[in-house]
Each structure stands twice: as structure tokens, then as C-alpha cells.
């Protein structure tokens, strides 16, 4: 996998969590990802691989990340000035057949795509709503970012007490939804949502190479056994999956 | 100095069981996929896809892969589509280089029917049989447990198709298995396949892969590994085991490997990087990859 060396030209905390910004000029869809690490080769034998992110934005010359602190990946981005990042990979949200309004529905970092995602709506003049849902208050500070949000807390200290789903208040209401989160939320969305709209979600697997190479990601899908969520992925329509 | 002058093409090239290879690295089995073959133009002397078994398989659940210090630990369970729709696909993988194929069974049988269909392919130069799978007929321990089962497999398969054959075996007894699968007919080793191992997350308090590692934490044994194999046997050696820069390149050619595989380190670094390494290495001492082989002052 090819990286490349880039600075980071801004940084700043966005509730918990960091939202990183470097120059990229190339395309990016919204839900595809990119794998990242803090420096360059030979300095990464620990962490060894680089991780996995979705892209939060990208204006058409500036990307960003939106990322949680997790373990000592996450950390040393977090403090670095350069960092090293693929091109974007993986399939992202399909936009075009969309029907009527879109529901976009976020939990924890699983917010990043949506930010892209609600730009290029906007762009092609879609309607949609946002829902964002977190741990806790000062996680929700990363709601700041998406005005006009609807928004729940899992311990009820802002917004709706609950999860992402009991901020909706009329899910029937949407043509389409998107959502990205951790994996068993997105299971409850998919049951939530039902059969019979668009829905398409952003699964979370560990990966290791990123580009379909060591078939790492596996997902399990409907038609029988797994596909890799980081090449058919990691956008997947919510039928397609086996949970 | 003529060495010096002589173009880069020439300098890299090696030949393999009489097979040109423009540069003497090969994908390790498992590690590229076709998607990804745009990215490592110019890079490799032969291509060689994940290992094909006669029907199709799933895989492991996840989680499948986890990190280690300077390497991971891998439970893919050969996921493949099975041999007939791996043919089908094959031609994304023609990109103008010698194809080789990776092929594994669950018995002897399997392993004889499968090298009969490969070797009946008129696009394939070589087969590389994977023997660090489970032989269902013998509770489950590999193939390459011990020299007799390597011997039995390998002749097996050589009886099977005229195509040249690596046997790829894994550490453990690698110097028996090795002369074993000589003189059972292999027609040249890939030495080694990844090392058994555990992660665990203590945070979760779960047991997280149990699987293969890989990557340079292996890089020193694997180096053994073929060192120790090629003072035992006279068929080319193909080094894989943590090659993860051009001068790891030129030291397992030093330790007598023929060609080389890369594997994991095609997850971190762009595999074009190694080969100019390799490049650089060859300007700077002023030989062929050719010369490497073996040439250890002692
Ligand atoms: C397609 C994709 C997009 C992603 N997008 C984002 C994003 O936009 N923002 C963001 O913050 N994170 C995102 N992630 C998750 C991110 O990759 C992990 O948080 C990161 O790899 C953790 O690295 P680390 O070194 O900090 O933690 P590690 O030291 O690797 O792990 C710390 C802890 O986190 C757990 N962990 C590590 N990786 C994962 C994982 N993939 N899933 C679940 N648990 C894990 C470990 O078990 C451990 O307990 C995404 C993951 C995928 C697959
Ligand atoms: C994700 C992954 C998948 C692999 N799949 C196969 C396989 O299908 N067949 C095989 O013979 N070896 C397989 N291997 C082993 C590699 O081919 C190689 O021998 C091993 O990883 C050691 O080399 P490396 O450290 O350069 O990766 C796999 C390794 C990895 C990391
Ligand atoms: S992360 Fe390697 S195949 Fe998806």
C-alpha cells in the first residue's frame, strides 16, 4: 500500500474527540476511509499497521478525520504534525436513488461521515435530518459541528435520554437512511428500519491492509459466508448483511 | 566497472526452475489482491494469488487479524472461492508475468486432483503447494508435520502435473521437511509460512486471534529457516518469513534464496520502495541480484 506524507495544517478538539486536517486534492466520496498512522516507515514497527478512518470531510482540497482516542494508534495521531495516509478506499453511501428525505443517524464516532455525507446532499439537493447519538455530555460537545441536529445521550444528561434511534421522532418519515456507529447499533437500525426502505450502513471491522489484500475485514452477508468490508464495503445496504 | 553500467532490468532479474523472473520478488500467497495490482507495477517477477482449494471456503469469523509489535497474527481460514471460479478469475491476474498458483487440499486425493486441474492450465508456470493446512486423514495435523506426510503429499503431487512445484513449508522441522520434499520431486521450496501465535486483549480480558504471525517480528527465523534449508538441499529456495525492506531482500538472496516473497509488509509500505532498496543496495556493492545468491563471505 502506497502512503503519503502529509502535514497536518489544523487540529482541534471537537468534544472528545480530535478532528485532523490535511491537504488533499483528490476526490473523496463520502463513507470511504482512508488508513493513517502518525510517522513514516521504519519508525512504525509499534504500531505496526496503520488504521482505519472515515473521511468527516473534504471540500475538494482540504480532508478531515474526526477521530476518538482509543489505544496507542489514535494517541500518537493525536500528537503528530505529519502523518501518512492512503488514497480514499472502499465503496461509500449510494446517493443517487435516493427517494424523498434522507435520515442520517450517527452514534459516537460513527458521526464522522455524516458530515461529508450531509455536504454532498445538500450539494445535489436532497433534504435531510441528522441525528447524532452519545455516551454522554461531554462527548455530545461534538454535535457542535452539525447544526440543527437532533440529538440523544445514553446516560440522558443532553437531548433525548437513549440511544440515536429514540431521537427520531418519526423514523416513517424518510425515504432513505443512513447510519454509521458501533456494530450493534447498526443492527438495531437495520430491524428498526425494516425491509422495505433505503438503508444503507457503515460497518466497523478490523482491518489490516485496507485495499482488499489480506481479507482481514470480514462481514457476513445474506448471500453466504463474508465479504471484505474494506473493498465491497464499508458501506453496505443494510439487507445485504447477515445481522 | 561493467557491473555498474549494466541496465537495472538485467541486474534484478533471476531465474527460477528455468522461469525468467524480471525481479526476484514475488507476492507472498494471500497478501495482494487483484484489486490492488494497479499499485505494484514494475514491482514483482511472477505473480501469485491467495491459495485455491478444489471447493469453496468461508473463512473464520472475525475478528481475523490482529496487531503485534512489528508484525500481526492472522486467522483467515483460507476464504476462497474453490478452484473453479479461481479460474475463472484468473486472467486479472495475467498482468505479463509468470503466474504462479497456491493450491491446498484437505487430503492427498484433493491435493493430487487439484495440481491435475492447475497443472492442465495453460496459464500457470508454476504450482505452490501450501502444506501448512490440516490433512483431514491424519486428526487434523498439517501436511508438513513430519518428513514422511511432506514426502507423501509432495510425490502425490508430482505425479499429478509436469509444471515445476514449491513445496512451501512452515519452521517447525523445516530441514527434514525440506530434503523430504526434494526428493519427493519438488522442484524448488518456499521457506517459511507464518509462525503459530496468540494475541490477547488484556484490557477486554479477551483471547483476541489465535492464528499465524507474520510480518519482521519473524523476519530472523525465517531468515534461519532458509539459510539453514538451502546448505541442505540443491533446489532453489524461495525466502518468505518478515521481508519488509530491500536489504532484507538482499540478505535472504545472501542466505541462499533464489527469489523472495513479500507479504505483510505490502500492508505498510508501498512495495515499489523495496525493489529501488533492493536497487540502491546492488549500486552501492556493486553486484547483480544474481551474484547475492548465497555469497556470504564466510
Ligand atoms: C472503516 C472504518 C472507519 C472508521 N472510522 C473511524 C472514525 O472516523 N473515527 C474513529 O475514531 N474511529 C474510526 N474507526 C475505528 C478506528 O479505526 C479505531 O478506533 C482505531 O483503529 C483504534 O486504534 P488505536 O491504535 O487507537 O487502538 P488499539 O490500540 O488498536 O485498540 C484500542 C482498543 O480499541 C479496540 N479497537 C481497535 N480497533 C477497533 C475496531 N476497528 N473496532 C472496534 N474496536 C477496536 C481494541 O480492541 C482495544 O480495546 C473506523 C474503523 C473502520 C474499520
Ligand atoms: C493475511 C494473510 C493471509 C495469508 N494467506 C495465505 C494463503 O492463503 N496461503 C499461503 O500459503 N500463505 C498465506 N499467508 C502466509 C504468507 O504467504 C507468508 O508466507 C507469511 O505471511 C510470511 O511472510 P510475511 O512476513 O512477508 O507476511 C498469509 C499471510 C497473511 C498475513
Ligand atoms: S483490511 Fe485487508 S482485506 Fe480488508
Known amino acids: 500500500m502506497k502512503f503519503y506524507g502529509v502535514s497536518v495544517e489544523e487540529r482541534k478538539a471537537s468534544g472528545r474527540y480530535t478532528v485532523l486536517r490535511y491537504r488533499w486534492p483528490g476526490l473523496v466520496e463520502p463513507g470511504q476511509f482512508v488508513m493513517a498512522r502518525a510517522v513514516g516507515w521504519p519508525v512504525t514497527l509499534d504500531p505496526f499497521l496503520a488504521r482505519p478512518f472515515s473521511f468527516y470531510d473534504h471540500d475538494g482540497e482540504v480532508a478531515s478525520l474526526l477521530f476518538e482516542v482509543r489505544g496507542r494508534g489514535t494517541a500518537l495521531l493525536d500528537r503528530a504534525h505529519k502523518i501518512e495516509v492512503s488514497a480514499p478506499l472502499g465503496c461509500g453511501f449510494q446517493l443517487g436513488s435516493s427517494s424523498g428525505k434522507a435520515a442520517l443517524l450517527g452514534g459516537g464516532v460513527g458521526i464522522a461521515p455524516l458530515k461529508i455525507l450531509g455536504r454532498r446532499l445538500t450539494e445535489l439537493g436532497v433534504p435531510h435530518d441528522v441525528f447524532l447519538g452519545f455516551a454522554d455530555a461531554p462527548t455530545a460537545g461534538a454535535a457542535r459541528d452539525f447544526p440543527g441536529a437532533g440529538m440523544a445521550t445514553m446516560d440522558g444528561s443532553l437531548g433525548t435520554p437513549g440511544t440515536v434511534l429514540d431521537a427520531v421522532p418519526n423514523l416513517t418519515e424518510y425515504g432513505a437512511v443512513y447510519a454509521c456507529g458501533p456494530n450493534p447499533m447498526l443492527a438495531a437500525v437495520k430491524r428498526t428500519v425494516g425491509p422495505d426502505r433505503l438503508c444503507q450502513l457503515s460497518v466497523e471491522e478490523r482491518m489490516g491492509c485496507g485495499n482488499g489484500s489480506c481479507n482481514g475485514c470480514a462481514v457476513p452477508v445474506r448471500s453466504g459466508g463474508y465479504v471484505r468490508s474494506c473493498v465491497e464495503g464499508p458501506v453496505f445496504r443494510a439487507e445485504a448483511l447477515a445481522w | ?298
Open chain 2, 1 to 298: 566497472m561493467v557491473v555498474r553500467e549494466r541496465k537495472t532490468e538485467t541486474r534484478l532479474a533471476v531465474e527460477l526452475c528455468g522461469i525468467p523472473l524480471r525481479t526476484p520478488l514475488i507476492p507472498a500467497s494471500g497478501t495482494l489482491t487483484k484489486e490492488a495490482l494497479g499499485e505494484v507495477e514494475g514491482v514483482y517477477g511472477a505473480m501469485l494469488p491467495k491459495t485455491t482449494t478444489p471447493a469453496p471456503r468461508a473463512g473464520n469469523p472475525p475478528p481475523r487479524v490482529a496487531e503485534t509489535y512489528a508484525g500481526m497474527v492472522n486467522s483467515i481460514g483460507l476464504q476462497n472461492p474453490g478452484v473453479e471460479r479461481f479460474l475463472e478469475g484468473l486472467d486479472a491476474f495475467d498482468i505479463g508475468l509468470p503466474l504462479f498458483v497456491s493450491a491446498a487440499g484437505d487430503t492427498l486425493e484433493e491435493f493430487g486432483a487439484l495440481c491435475e486441474r492447475l497443472g492442465a492450465d495453460e496459464r500457470i508456470s508454476a504450482i505452490e503447494l501450501n502444506l501448512s493446512c490440516p490433512n483431514v486423514e491424519c486428526g487434523g495435523l498439517t501436511f508438513c508435520a513430519g518428513p514422511a506426510s511432506v514426502e507423501e503429499v509432495v510425490a502425490v503431487c508430482r505425479r499429478a502435473t509436469g509444471k515445476p512445484i514449491f513445496a512451501k513449508l512452515t519452521f517447525e522441522g523445516v530441514v527434514e521437511n525440506a530434503r523430504a520434499a526434494e526428493s519427493a520431486g519438488a522442484d524448488a521450496l518456499t521457506i517459511m509460512n507464518t509462525i503459530p501465535a496468540l494475541t490477547i486483549d488484556a484490557h477486554r480480558r479477551e483471547a483476541l486471534v489465535r492464528g499465524g504471525l507474520s510480518g519482521p517480528a519473524i523476519k530472523p527465523v525465517a531468515l534461519r529457516a532458509v539459510y539453514d534449508v538451502c546448505g541442505a538441499v540443491e533446489v532453489p529456495v524461495i525466502g518468505s518469513g518478515g521481508v519488509t525492506s530491500g536489504i532484507d531482500v538482499a540478505e535472504f538472496m545472501l542466505a541462499g534464496a533464489t527469489a523472495v516473497q513479500i507479504g505483510t509488509a505490502s500492508f505498510v509500505r508501498d512495495p515499489k520502495e523495496i525493489l529501488s532498496e533492493l536497487a540502491s543496495y546492488l549500486d552501492k556493492v556493486g553486484l547483480d541480484t544474481a551474484d547475492l545468491m548465497g555469497a556470504l563471505s564466510s
